[in-house]
């Protein structure tokens, strides 16, 4: 940035100041007048950690949004204390709602983050902070609602203190949490009652050693877990009383699914090798299944009176079933139905078998039904007066 701007001291609107290796940070100082947003980039440059205390970032209590970032190609020899202690002086005030942090190259988080000094925080977003081997405790900022914590290549666990001590159960606002690309977490730990309270949408994705997750979640509204490729057991408990949408993509060693969703509403499943048989799912409207390779029925087992129930999905509207070659039946009597897609089920041989039916069709609302690859298929065994589109390929199929 030119040098001089410090003598802008009634400027109110800054986007980004970028740290150049003749201009000092501290050129903010005197700045108090600005507002809404500011970027700060090229942290690296800072060589003296008392330049970042001079831009006096804690004074100044009308900026809401704040972006700290380094970067982190053009730092090639990181002094990770010295950015522990600029990151410490750029504390900002205490008015701030969203705070994002990239490419931070310290081990330790500052304390004005551990110790809850941002008591309107509502977002928050750690990003790329590759030497940090512990998450920050965050659970004591009060009115958290969205934290996304990404690329933090050397977390190998979240334990008690990502909770963090105080008169807050953890996370006492928290409605979305994004935890992706965390190569060496292995365990998520902790099991505060009472904590996530509020927790709604949770997101994990590309954390390939992750093996077990303690934590329960009573709350989740959506539910996002993709290539953590050594989870075998689902999230603790039985019963997501309030989950309406499910998606878990290439967890291969995964091997069942709660058995409690009665809310489920969307159902997406991939590359879910050890999954056998789905819940009992009343509410689910949308499901689709690809590369689920042990896979041999979609209708649960009803104990009652030691019977099959069919009909476990009456409100299911769309169906997609690819690659799943053990399959070997479709559900039967799905009043709502009105689009199947089944592709490279080589298992299948009818789209139904031989039940003796009630009165009313299997299939009452089906419009549009797509058959692809599906070598064993061989007779389709319906009245469907509603279909408006049929597409049959590499089948020998005949309508009976």
Not at 149 to 178: A, N, R, W
Request: net charge neutral; aromatic share 6%; charged share 25%.
């Amino acid at each position: 940035m030119p040098i001089g701007m410090g003598r802008l001291t009634c400027l109110q609107d800054l986007s980004y100041f970028v740290v150049g290796k003749q201009s000092s940070i501290g050129e903010l100082r005197n700045m108090l007048q600005l507002q809404r947003s500011l970027s700060i980039t090229n942290l690296q440059n800072i060589t003296n950690m008392m330049d970042a205390k001079d831009a006096n970032l804690n004074s100044k209590d009308q900026l809401k949004e704040l972006e700290l970032q380094w970067n982190d190609e053009m730092n090639t020899t990181s002094d990770e204390s010295l950015e522990e202690n600029v990151l410490e002086y750029l504390r900002p005030n205490e008015e701030l709602k969203r705070l994002m942090i990239k490419s931070y190259g310290g081990k330790r988080f500052p304390t004005w983050l551990r110790e809850s000094f941002l008591p309107k925080l509502v977002l928050l977003s750690i990003k790329n902070c590759k030497k940090s081997e512990f998450l920050p405790p965050l659970g004591q900022l009060p009115r958290l609602t969205h934290l996304s914590i990404t690329k933090m290549q050397q977390v190998k666990h979240v334990d008690t203190e990502f909770i963090g001590k105080g008169k807050f159960k953890g996370f006492p606002s928290l409605v979305t949490l994004i935890l992706e690309d965390m190569p060496q977490w292995v365990e998520w730990l902790t099991t505060q009652e009472g904590a996530f309270s509020h927790l709604q949408n949770l997101h994990i994705k590309y954390c390939p050693r992750l093996k077990r997750i303690s934590q329960r979640f009573f709350t989740l509204v959506t539910l996002e877990i993709q290539s953590c490729e050594e989870l075998e057991v689902f999230l603790p408990g039985e019963e997501f009383p309030n989950l309406g949408n499910l998606s878990v993509k290439n967890c291969p060693k995964l091997r069942e699914l709660p058995q409690i969703v009665m809310k489920l509403v969307k159902l997406e499943l991939q590359d879910c090798g050890e999954v056998t048989m789905l819940p009992r799912l009343p509410s689910l409207c949308y499901l689709k299944l690809q590369g689920l390779g042990d896979l041999q029925r979609l209708s649960c087992q009803l104990h009652g009176d030691n019977e099959t129930v069919r009909g476990e999905f009456p409100c299911l509207t769309e169906v997609t079933i690819w690659n799943c070659p053990k399959l070997s039946e479709l559900p039967h009597l799905l009043p709502s139905l009105q689009k199947m897609e089944v592709r490279k089920c080589k298992n299948i041989t009818a789209i139904s078998h031989d039940l003796e039916l009630s009165k009313d069709k299997e299939y009452p609302l089906l419009k549009e039904l797509i058959l692809k690859d599906c070598t064993e298929l061989r007779g389709l065994k319906h009245n469907l007066p509603t279909l408006e589109k049929l597409e049959n390929r590499d089948n020998e199929m005949s309508s009976t």
